[in-house]
């Protein structure tokens, strides 16, 4: 399937609980993310919004928001956060690159292999900042920088807090997003 065959599928003909992704040319449905996915990045976004709202250098985030679709050299990705930062105007989710991008590791070494391997690739080429991975089952947040970062990637251990020039003043304590984690995964 082409991207344009792709981008003219209505969402009449998709079911929304599924994710719908183009990747070499191939329609990808994978199952929406597991609540032990999607309860830590709701708190982040609720992290990353009262630090918009509230701190005096939180107007640097322009948006953030949840299952974005980005265009990669493979084709369209769902990703689980996209944060736009320094367009100093609304932006355009569809168009605009996001200035970092956030994956939650779901289980599985299929998973693992698509969010450190594949889709760090494709990011950091496609032109993004940075791009976290949250893994709750290695405990950590590992970062990859834009291309020619010196150091290419860092990884923060859960008793770590995680800060970014790109976002002065916010901070990222990797506990609090695994125990949350933690919580919902001891409920399935």
Known sequence: MSPEE????THDH????????????????SPP?????????ERLGNWLWDYQQRHPS???????????????????????RALWIGYARPVHSKSDLPTII????????RAWQR??????????????????IIDRFL??????YALGADPPQRVITEHEIYTT??????????RKLLELADQYASEE
Not at 14 to 29: A, H, K, M, Q, T
Not at 102 to 109: L, T
Not at 117 to 124: N, V
Not at 166 to 173: H, K, Q, S, T
Request: proline share 5%; hydrophobic share 35%; net charge negative.
């Open 6 to 9: 792709f981008a003219a599928v």
């Open 14 to 29: 998709c079911d929304p609980s599924f994710r719908y992704e183009l990747i070499n040319g191939d329609v990808i449905v």
């Open 33 to 41: 993310p597991d609540d032990a996915g999607q309860g830590p990045n």
């Open 58 to 80: 939180g107007k640097v985030l322009d948006d953030t928001l949840m299952e974005r679709s980005v265009s990669t050299r493979v084709g369209t990705r769902v990703v689980d």
């Open 102 to 109: 956030v994956e939650f590791v779901s289980a599985g070494r």
């Open 115 to 132: 969010d450190y391997e594949h889709k760090r690739d494709e990011y950091i080429e496609l032109g993004c900042k940075e791009y976290w």
């Open 139 to 144: 405990r950590t947040l590992t970062v990859h």
């Open 165 to 174: 020039l790109l976002l002065p003043g916010f901070e990222l304590p990797l």
